[in-house]
């Protein structure tokens, strides 16, 4: 599997993360969001966030929801630790199907 860098829509996303910071990210949804989504991101606390789950829903509103959180639910907003633009990738990254853990992104 290529790496997500290496991936055209994500490495030329106006303010896609780069480097290092693109293993920080990963490491983000591996763990926290993991901790309620599941560690494989199919469901616990929160809704399932694979490929199939997330199939139709709009990137621009799973980005919102990552930054801003979902008021009245467990879904906290994320805006304190990430960008708008680093939500997005995020989105991104979830609606092709988010990386198994023994994949490893390519940092340009």
């Known amino acids: 599997m290529l790496g997500l860098a290496a ?7 106006p303010g896609a993360p780069q480097g290092s910071r ?3 990210l990963v ?4 763990q926290d969001c993991g901790s309620c989504h599941g560690m494989r991101l199919t469901g616990g606390l929160g809704p399932a966030l694979t490929r199939e789950a997330l199939a139709g829903f709009p990137l621009e509103s799973l980005a919102a ?6 008021p009245g639910t467990p879904m906290p907003p994320w805006s304190a630790m990430l960008n708008e633009a680093e939500a997005r990738w995020i989105a ?3 609606l092709q199907g988010f990386p198994e853990e023994t994949t490893t992104p390519h940092i340009q």
Request: glycine fraction near 4%; aromatic fraction near 8%.
């Open 7 to 13: 991936h055209p829509t994500f490495a030329e996303s």
């Open 65 to 70: 929801t990552i930054y801003h959180g979902r």
């Open 92 to 94: 991104q990254q979830l």
């Open 27 to 30: 490491h983000m949804v591996r």
């Open 22 to 24: 693109v293993q920080a």
